[in-house]
């Protein structure tokens, strides 16, 4: 059984950082892309970022690329966003997700955590 649990949400000023953790188990982590997703309140989920199995590629939302940064640590079973130069617009439940793809997510990922809540202040 596939388990993600984030970590590292919370609430920060504008122009801010934070990092979430994903903590992630029950089958082999390192196979397989992994991404965030996240919902900002009353907006459906969206894309925010991926990477491959590897580590070796990733993709970004163009609305946080230059600013988000995703890693893994397979050897740990975790991944990372950091994400700096934080808007109020990035306010949202982040989403650890993974399927069972090796390179990229597919639009509708098979497995999600339960999120961990970003608020950023203005």
């Known amino acids: 059984q596939v388990q993600l649990v984030e970590s590292g949400g919370g609430l920060v000023q504008a122009g801010g950082s934070l990092r979430l953790s994903c903590a992630a188990s029950?089958?082999?982590?390192?196979?397989?892309?992994m991404g965030w997703f996240r919902q900002a309140p009353g907006k459906e989920r969206e894309f925010v970022a991926d990477i491959s199995w590897s580590g070796g590629g990733a993709n970004y939302a163009d609305s946080v690329k230059g600013r988000f940064t995703i890693s893994r640590d397979n050897a740990k079973n975790m991944m990372y966003l950091q994400m700096n130069s934080l808007k109020p617009e990035d306010t949202a439940v982040y989403y650890c997700?993974?399927?069972?793809?090796?390179?990229?997510?597919?639009?509708?990922?098979?497995?999600w955590g339960k999120g961990t809540l970003v608020t950023v202040s203005s």
């Open positions: 997700v993974t399927s069972d793809r090796m390179n990229t997510l597919p639009k509708s990922p098979k497995y």
């Open positions: 029950g089958r082999t982590f390192s196979t397989y892309a």
